[in-house]
């Protein structure tokens, strides 16, 4: 079971990479949980990468929690689905201040590059 999962948190994590390519340099290990009924599931997500572990995390700098159920519909969504969810309260954030407010600033960059208008 838990393979499979490793394999959407890898698919979630090269969607993120591929519209936010900054993150692809990034070191950083996150602590993903995933909370379905009555059980939660932790891993360990190190970046570049990525490494999944089913593991709790000692290093970790960044923590994401969501529902299971809401983490396979976003595992192959856009930048914006994630967004949505995390402005709704779906997706909970945490972890060293610091390493948030970077990683909410290279994506408020970029969502700013992509709302420019582009001269002809």
Not at 4 to 24: F, K, M, N, S, Y
Not at 81 to 105: C, D, F, M, Q, S
């Amino acid at each position: 079971m838990s393979s499979i999962t490793q394999d959407l948190i890898g698919i979630a994590h090269g969607r993120l990479v591929e519209q936010i390519p900054a993150l692809a340099k990034l070191k950083l290990v996150a602590r993903l949980e995933l909370r379905g009924r009555g059980d939660v599931q932790v891993f360990r997500v190190s970046s570049p990468g990525p490494e999944i572990s089913k593991q709790e995390p000692e290093d970790a700098r960044i923590e994401v929690s969501l529902p299971r159920a809401d983490f396979n519909d976003l595992a192959d969504a856009d930048l914006s689905h994630w967004r949505t969810a995390y402005e709704h309260g779906v997706v909970k954030i945490g972890g060293e201040p610091a390493v948030v407010r970077l990683l909410g600033g290279v994506i408020a960059k970029h969502e700013a590059r992509g709302n420019l208008k582009r001269v002809r």
